[in-house]
């Protein structure tokens, strides 16, 4: 069994007189993960504020998304928890491309804060790819800048996408071999799947494996992902991976977050990933949802933003 991670049960059947024992997936589970990994930033971050320096991490959030406002209020209780400076910009639907281009410069000029991101998606009449493109290199926590992006695909990375960085660490601290495994990553994003596929090429722990992406347009899938010794799946689409398309005993790390109704919870939806639940029966590990990459997306994030304010210090030092 891999390190880190909680086996299931076996279920047992008794049929026609025999004993059939069946193995589930052992979990990976990303909160198990993700406080280890906040262990290591305490100790970074107490280093750091010896010398006068608090991580300082801003969010800023364009409209009124109900899914952000949540995703941004954890990152601010994140950012209070571990004792780093955290600044939420709240700006009606209404700003314009200009408006947010100047709060964009004020943040790249703050020194207080080393890191920070523009909350996707943004409203339709504001240029994405514009306003990332204005954010400084340095601070670009999510790693969207071209800049990021183009270092990360020749594996000089300064920062590593958040969700895609979450990924690898699962697989390396659960103990999950990747050198020369067949990595299928389903979905083509560019937050997740073609990320995704560039780190896991590279010369580098939690990588070197052989990677074939994915996606919408492929057809029968199906014969690709059973290849997969690793299967990575963000493809946006609920249960969308059958048991008959994974191989048996092929670790599934599932990115999805799908809300589908369910008339027994709470809020008459539940959350469930892009991998059907009864794959647990062919993966011989397999994360969770929820409770597998979503805390370590969060996690990633203030990882890259402890860096930033250690890169913010050696650049003072060095003046």
């Known amino acids: 069994m891999p390190r880190n991670v909680s086996a299931?049960?076996?279920?047992?059947n008794i049929k026609r007189g025999s004993l059939t024992v069946i193995m589930t997936a052992d979990l990976i589970l990303g909160k198990e993960i993700s406080q280890q990994i906040y262990g290591e930033l305490d100790a970074r971050i107490d280093r750091l504020k010896k010398n006068g320096i608090t991580p300082g991490l801003a969010v800023v959030l364009v409209g009124d998304d109900p899914a952000s406002q949540t995703y941004v209020r954890m990152k601010g209780k994140m950012c209070q928890e571990l004792g780093m400076h955290s600044d939420t910009i709240i700006m009606p639907e209404t700003t314009t491309?200009?408006?947010?281009l100047a709060r964009v410069s004020e943040l790249n000029?703050?020194?207080?804060?080393h890191g920070f991101l523009i909350q996707l998606p943004l409203p339709k009449h504001i240029d994405e790819q514009a306003v990332i493109n204005s954010i400084?290199?340095?601070k670009d926590v999510d790693c969207f800048h071209p800049f990021n992006v183009g270092r990360m695909l020749i594996g000089e990375?300064?920062?590593l996408p958040a969700t895609p960085a979450g990924v690898q660490q699962l697989l390396i601290r659960s103990?999950?071999?990747t050198d020369g495994k067949h990595v299928v990553v389903v979905g083509r994003s560019n937050i997740v799947g073609k990320p995704m596929a560039a780190m896991m090429v590279q010369k580098a722990i939690g990588a070197n494996s052989t990677v074939t992406v994915v996606h919408s347009r492929t057809e029968d899938i199906g014969s690709i992902t059973r290849q997969a010794d690793i299967l990575i799946v963000a493809i946006g689409k609920a249960g969308f991976i059958t048991p008959g398309m994974v191989k048996e005993g092929a670790v599934v790390?599932?990115?999805?977050?799908?809300?589908?109704p369910d008339p027994a919870a709470k809020k008459g939806t539940r959350l469930v990933g892009d991998v059907d639940e009864n794959v647990k029966e062919k993966a011989s590990a397999m994360t969770p949802v929820p409770g597998g990459v979503g805390p370590m997306t969060i996690c990633m994030l203030m990882s890259n933003t402890v860096h930033a304010a250690e890169r913010a210090y050696e650049r003072k030092c060095s003046q």
């Open 175 to 177: 103990g999950v071999k």
């Open 136 to 138: 400084d290199p340095s």
């Open 8 to 12: 299931c049960a076996k279920v047992i």
């Open 157 to 159: 990375p300064e920062f």
């Open 109 to 113: 000029e703050n020194p207080d804060i």
């Open 253 to 260: 790390i599932d990115v999805g977050t799908n809300h589908i």
């Open 97 to 100: 491309q200009e408006e947010l």
